[in-house]
């Protein structure tokens, strides 16, 4: 099995930032793309961030130039470093791999990221 723990969520003032990190371990072969979704509530889950193997990458419209996402193919590891926060980006960041196959997708357990003064 394969599983996805992100790491980083905490309360934070407007403004700051966080840095979160998803490792996945298991029975991994080869990981594909990699991404950071996040779902406030009452809303639908949303697409953050995602960064494919070769390193190419895409954002929300919301958060470019605010967020990066990265990698370390070694480690089996993606982060979302989160600057200029803002109370909407209030909500629980998910992580989501594919894994073995370009079509099967894990997600994390989620971390809240909480913008508030």
């Known amino acids: 099995q394969v599983q996805l723990v992100e790491s980083g969520g905490d309360l934070v003032q407007p403004g700051g930032s966080l840095r979160l990190s998803c490792a996945a371990s298991?029975?991994?072969?080869?990981?594909?793309?990699m991404g950071w979704f996040r779902q406030a509530p009452g809303k639908q889950r949303e697409l953050v961030a995602a960064i494919l193997s070769g390193g190419s990458t895409n954002y929300a419209d919301s958060v470019k130039g605010r967020f990066t996402i990265s990698r370390d193919n070694a480690k089996i590891t993606t982060y979302l470093q989160m600057n200029s926060l803002k109370p909407e980006d209030t909500a629980v960041y998910y992580c989501?791999?594919?894994?073995?196959?370009?079509?099967?997708?894990?997600w994390g357990q989620g971390t809240q990221v909480t913008v508030s003064e």
């Open positions: 298991g029975s991994i072969f080869r990981v594909f793309g």
């Open positions: 989501n791999a594919a894994v073995n196959s370009p079509s099967t997708y894990y």
